[in-house]
C-alpha cells in the first residue's frame, strides 16, 4: 500500500471470512506471497520499489502464481496489461461495493461458480 492511513479501509472492509494481508510494496509483497497461499492480489499501480505491473510480472514469472486472480488499482490511465494473464484493473476513485463486485468476480473466475 502507497498510503499506511489506508489500511484500516482494508481491515474493515474484508472481515467476512478472509484474512488479509497488506503491503506497502510489491517487493514485500512477494515476500508475503512466498510463504502464504492466497487466493487474490489487490494491487496499486503505484507503490514504491516496485509498483502493481511489476508485481504482477513477477506473479506471472513462477508457475505457483501464475493461476492467482489480481485486482489492479489505479487513479492513473489503465497501464498496458498485455501478456499479463487475467488481470481486473479497478479505476480510482471507487466506492466499497465495486471493490467488493471486483473481487467475487476474480475469485468467480478461478473456482468457476
Known amino acids: 500500500m502507497t498510503n ?10 474484508f472481515v467476512d471470512g478472509h484474512e488479509l ?3 506497502h510494496d510489491g517487493v514485500a509483497a512477494l515476500q508475503v506471497l512466498a510463504q502464504t497461499v492466497v487466493d487474490l492480489v489487490i494491487t496499486d499501480t503505484m507503490m514504491p520499489r516496485s509498483g502493481g505491473v511489476e508485481l504482477i510480472r513477477s506473479l ?3 508457475p505457483e502464481f501464475r493461476q492467482i486472480p489480481v485486482i489492479l488499482m489505479s487513479a ?3 497501464p498496458g496489461l498485455d501478456g499479463l494473464g487475467t488481470v481486473t484493473f479497478l ?3 471507487f466506492d466499497l461495493a465495486a471493490l467488493l463486485h471486483a473481487v467475487e ?3 468467480r473466475r478461478v473456482t468457476g461458480e
Open 4 to 13: 499506511p492511513t489506508f489500511s484500516p479501509f482494508w481491515s474493515m472492509s
Open 21 to 23: 494481508f497488506v503491503d
Open 60 to 62: 506471472r514469472e513462477h
Open 76 to 78: 492513473a490511465a489503465r
Open 91 to 93: 479505476p480510482k476513485p
Open 105 to 107: 468476480e476474480a475469485l
